[in-house]
């Protein structure tokens, strides 16, 4: 079976510019887009917040493996 490499591009590309003309988004208030893009950046300021709190949670384990490391006698060194 043999795809004709022309019909195949027309063909995405259509379905591109169909999904584009269907996917306009509502027009918004300006006080309605203040408020969405206030709750947006309130949602991703905690999720960062609990993003560090994991980051922390992960150092403080692998420091307590790697004292335990030294404690049996395994030596680390530094790279520059």
């Known amino acids: 079976m ?3 490499k ?6 995405l ?9 269907k996917s306009e ?8 887009e203040i408020g969405f893009h206030q709750g947006a ?3 991703l300021a905690a999720e960062r917040i ?3 709190r994991v980051v922390e949670n ?6 307590m493996h790697l004292g335990r490391l ?4 395994v030596k680390f060194v530094e790279k520059k």
């Open 25 to 32: 988004a509502p027009k918004l208030s300006k006080e309605a």
């Open 13 to 21: 590309y259509k379905k591109k510019v169909e999904k584009s003309e």
């Open 70 to 73: 030294e404690e049996l006698g």
């Open 58 to 63: 992960v150092q403080k384990i692998m420091q």
């Open 2 to 4: 043999e795809i004709d």
């Open 6 to 11: 022309d019909k195949l591009e027309k063909s």
């Open 50 to 52: 609990e993003l560090l």
């Open 41 to 43: 950046l309130n949602t």
